[in-house]
């Protein structure tokens, strides 16, 4: 028999559980209200999504890198066509250069409010003139309707790095953390994160460090919601560092001080290392909550159970923080990994579980679920051939009242899958979720960029189903040397 263990609920004393029905995996999810398209790059009214290819070489220079832009539409993302972008394109500032690896972290989204999203690149390989090798970049291109015919709007540097190495635009986020109603953008770059946010109705533009700290070589995570209940976006940031120059991982929210014109630290979690981060309202109680995915405690500085019980790290552990009316964000979380019940799979060392993140309201009941990528998940005999799994919320959250979950498991071997499941596919590397045909469903996009030996791919799941999912393959869509090791992807917007 194998081994089940139950997901730790932790609750204040005198918040009250309540004993509810959960939807049951095979539920038909009940079309959602339409809610503004915020990643609509050709101005057709349907979400598009943005696949990062950063090591594809470009007029001749490896891993100059492009991102390919597919189109939604009632069809279905992939089936309407979809451009490259680079900097070999028109408004495009700079040239491809060798390393530049632009499409490192893309993003879409409205940051003019005009309901055409820009589309933001960083390439954190960029030479910067008078700042050196490696300083990187941020680039925005805007969004038209000639887009869908090859030429999108202009396009201008958002930031650039300050000294070399500082490689501008690793990770990418945008919210209005203002609180203005505009978009900000934050920008991860080598052991820095900083902020570019637009205020006072737009007359002036401030930058500002976020934070400056050994962030191990590594890129650092972002998300953004409310955490602070406050109506205002939020930032979540999380890094950390084994023995460079010594051992340390923190998760850390910040807010917007208007007096100070910076972000202020508000609420930190140390020792907890994670692999990706989420936000969403997964108890339904208009909060926003936030996931640390593939958390696991890293780092020996005194602090009980950061990503909950040790247990739960194996595999990959989910922890989630709660938000709270009362400001005591984090005072109630949770922890699952693949030996919680009702998740499938066995945890294994090595699975990744929660490694990469996405969140859905997929059944239509107000509270939002959670896609959840294992990109190291053994298909039977076929080491790191990959999975991804939904996590139904219920009223208490991503685990119910008895500390058990409600999931689907997605992967190549699956029937109505296309393709099949390989050593090293990766499936599960990334994860991204959207209407992208508007049907009132959320459909989801899972990436397994070790396809085809790193040609890459990307798989939709529309209505979250299997049933009528398709692959979207560097042949298949006919992008330039599909054969070679582009890890088509890797990256993804987020919707």
Known sequence: MRRRTYALAIATATAALPLTLTPTAGAAPQPTPTTPVTSDFNADGYPDLAVGVPDAAVNGKAKAGYVHVLWGGAKGLGNHGGIRVSQATAVVPGTPEQGDRFGAAVALTDTSGDGVAELLVGAPG??????????????????????????????????????????????????????????????????????????????????????????????????????????????????????????????????????????????????????????????????????????????????????????????????????????????????????????????EDGDRFGASLAVLDFNGDGRDDLIAGAPGEAIGARARAGAATLLLGHTSGIVDPYGEATSVQYHQNRPRVPGAAEPSDAFGTTVATGDYDKDGTPDTVIGAPGENTNSGGVWLFPKTSTTGSYALTPAKLGLPSPTTALSYGKTLSSH
Not at 167 to 194: H, M, P, Q
């Open 126 to 347: 960029e030479d910067v003139t008078g700042r050196g090798k490696d300083a990187g970049v941020v680039v925005a291109i805007g969004g038209a309707k000639s887009a869908t015919q090859g030429r999108p709007g202009p396009g201008s540097n958002v930031l650039t790095g300050p000294s070399p190495s500082s490689a501008y635009g690793w990770s990418l986020a945008a919210a209005d953390l203002t609180g203005d109603g505009g978009r900000d953008i934050v920008i991860g770059g080598r052991d820095k994160v900083v902020l570019r946010a637009v205020v006072d109705g737009g007359e002036d533009v401030v930058v500002t460090t976020v934070l400056a700290t050994p962030m191990g070589g590594r890129a650092p995570l972002l998300a953004t919601g409310d955490f602070t209940a406050d109506g205002t976006d939020d930032l979540a940031l999380a890094f950390h560092t084994i023995n460079a120059p010594y051992t340390q991982s923190h998760v850390r929210l910040w807010s917007w001080d208007p007096a100070e014109r910076r972000m202020a630290n508000t609420w930190n979690s140390s020792n907890g290392a994670a692999s990706a981060l989420a936000a969403g309202d997964f108890d339904g109680d208009g909060l926003d909550d936030l996931v640390l995915g593939e958390c696991r405690e890293i780092a020996d500085e005194n602090i009980d159970d950061p990503c909950g019980p040790e247990s739960y790290a194996k595999g990959g552990g989910i922890h989630i923080k709660y938000g709270n009316e009362n400001g005591s964000f984090g005072l109630r979380a949770q922890t699952l990994n693949q030996d919680t019940v009702g998740v499938y799979g066995v945890a």
